[in-house]
Nanobody, 117 residues
Framework: EVQLAETGGGLVESGGSLRLSCAAS????????MNWFRQVSEKGREWLAV???????RYSDSAEGRFTISRDNRKNTVILQLNSLTTEDTALYYC???????????RGQGTQVTVSS
């Protein structure tokens, strides 16, 4: 079964860091295009970062310089390192996989990040 499961969220003080993981099953992350998004109910979804099968990475303006996307092929996991967090970063963070020959588009349930002032 093709699945994504995010972990690593929690409560952190402003200025702190968190490391989010997106564990994949049923497909290989190093052969997929993987994205991280976040969602705040009243604001909708915000795209943060992408890593494709060639390892090329791109970031949104809000993520650039503070967040880093990476991949652990051995663990079949995609990681989002969050640094210099502010209260504006409070959201539900989730990963997704683009549709390809391996499977259709899928997304995980997400992990909550709460930043206190």
């Amino acid at each position: 079964e093709v699945q994504l499961a995010e972990t690593g969220g929690g409560l952190v003080e402003s200025g702190g860091s968190l490391r989010l993981s997106c564990a994949a099953s049923g497909f290989a992350v190093n052969l997929a295009t993987m994205n991280w998004f976040r969602q705040v109910s009243e604001k909708g979804r915000e795209w943060l970062a992408v890593i494709n099968r060639d390892g090329v990475k791109r970031y949104s303006d809000s993520a650039e310089g503070r967040f880093t996307i990476s991949r652990d092929n051995r663990k079949n996991t995609v990681i989002l390192q969050l640094n210099s967090l502010t209260t504006e970063d409070t959201a539900l963070y989730y990963c997704s996989k683009d549709a390809d020959y391996q499977s259709a588009y899928i997304r995980g349930q997400g992990t909550q990040v709460t930043v206190s002032s």
